[in-house]
């Protein structure tokens, strides 16, 4: 199965973007649909976006439709997650995950199997 290892967290300031990415082992990368999630304490895991092994599906959560755009280069097995105006409710940790329904995107957190080690983005006003 594969690892993950997601980079580009940081702390910015409210309105710019941030890059996130996630590289992946293994040779089976397009064999997993990719996830994006990220927790704030005390809450539950949210999942915000996803993709389909090929690409050719992606899920958004309500909350960042329209400032983050999910992609993903099997070649390189890299999913990223550009966010866009961010906000301070956009603090949180970020984790990317994977999972064996490859076929879609899926959106539920009980569809994933595999995580990373998540990176905190810190959003100050």
């Known amino acids: 199965q594969v690892q993950l290892v997601e980079s580009g967290g940081g702390v910015v300031q409210a309105g710019v973007s941030l890059r996130l990415s996630c590289a992946a082992s293994?040779?089976?990368?397009?064999?997993?649909?990719m996830g994006w999630f990220r927790q704030v304490p005390g809450k539950e895991r949210e999942l915000i976006s996803s993709?389909?092994?090929?690409?050719?599906?992606?899920y958004y959560t309500d909350s960042v439709m329209g400032r983050c755009t999910i992609s993903r280069d099997n070649a390189k097995n890299t999913v990223a997650l550009q966010m866009n105006s961010l906000k301070p409710e956009d603090t949180a940790v970020y984790y990317c995950?994977?999972?064996?329904?490859?076929?879609?995107?899926?959106?539920?957190?009980?569809?994933?199997?595999?995580w990373g080690q998540g990176t905190q983005v810190t959003v100050s006003s």
């Open positions: 993709i389909s092994g090929s690409g050719r599906d992606t």
């Open positions: 293994g040779r089976t990368f397009s064999t997993y649909a």
């Open positions: 995950a994977a999972s064996s329904l490859w076929w879609g995107a899926p959106s539920s957190s009980n569809e994933y199997s595999v």
